[in-house]
């Protein structure tokens, strides 16, 4: 059974990026995989932002990321980019962190002039790390994500692509050797 974690990189307790990453995790989980929720925001801000690896919340971050066979990146987009927040723990990885790893980049914006913020900027960085496999990125509007009741609603016009986008990671995941670093299995 592959594993996978949503890793998401929105600083607001309130983030619809974030909820989009739990839904996510929920459709993985539902599919029979084993998936997990990182919230980088929870992270110890001394150590994250001082690249301290050692300390307890961040080594076991980056050990599941180690341990995860496909990565979710959710990001909201500011300033044509994704989040400082989501970079700051990426620079903590290992050189060749998503080696063997099936990876979807998804962000979240305001107006779609910020989709091409995903390919220039947070796909290059997935590709960095030695991603075997980055799936088609995927970029939802702000206003198509509403949280009533704490109940999760996607417009229709981004709930099939989104669920599309899924779908691939899916396959892709299937692809994908356990325990493969650089092409050499444990």
């Given at each position: 059974?592959?594993?996978?974690?949503?890793?998401?990189?929105?600083?607001?307790?309130?983030?619809?990026?974030?909820?989009?990453?739990?839904?996510?995790?929920?459709?993985?989980?539902?599919?029979?995989?084993?998936?997990?929720?990182?919230?980088?925001?929870?992270?110890?801000?001394?150590?994250?932002?001082?690249?301290?690896?050692?300390?307890?919340?961040?080594?076991?971050?980056?050990?599941k990321?180690?341990?995860?066979?496909?990565?979710?990146?959710?990001?909201?987009?500011?300033?044509?980019?994704?989040?400082?927040?989501?970079?700051?723990?990426?620079?903590?990885?290992?050189?060749?962190?998503?080696?063997?790893?099936?990876?979807?980049?998804?962000?979240t914006?305001?107006?779609?002039?910020h989709?091409?913020?995903?390919?220039?900027?947070?796909?290059?960085?997935?590709?960095s790390?030695?991603?075997?496999?980055?799936?088609?990125?995927?970029?939802?509007?702000?206003?198509?994500i509403?949280?009533?009741?704490?109940?999760?609603?996607v417009?229709?016009?981004?709930?099939?692509?989104?669920?599309?986008?899924i779908?691939?990671?899916?396959?892709?995941?299937?692809?994908?050797?356990?325990?493969?670093?650089?092409g050499?299995?444990?």
């Amino acid at each position: 059974m592959s594993s996978v974690l949503v890793i998401s990189g929105s600083p607001s307790r309130t983030s619809k990026t974030e909820r989009i990453g739990e839904h996510i995790a929920q459709r993985i989980a539902a599919s029979g995989r084993s998936a997990d929720h990182l919230r980088v925001r929870g992270l110890p801000a001394d150590s994250l932002l001082g690249a301290d690896t050692r300390a307890p919340a961040i080594a076991e971050a980056i050990g599941k990321v180690a341990e995860a066979d496909g990565v979710v990146l959710a990001t909201p987009t500011y300033k044509a980019a994704y989040s400082g927040l989501l970079k700051a723990f990426l620079d903590l990885l290992p050189q060749f962190g998503f080696a063997g790893k099936a990876v979807l980049p998804l962000a979240t914006g305001g107006t779609v002039a910020h989709v091409l913020a995903i390919d220039y900027a947070l796909r290059p960085v997935v590709h960095s790390l030695g991603a075997r496999h980055a799936v088609q990125s995927f970029f939802l509007l702000d206003k198509h994500i509403s949280v009533v009741e704490d109940q999760l609603s996607v417009h229709p016009d981004s709930a099939g692509p989104l669920a599309d986008v899924i779908e691939q990671f899916t396959k892709a995941l299937d692809g994908v050797p356990h325990s493969t670093v650089l092409g050499r299995t444990a």
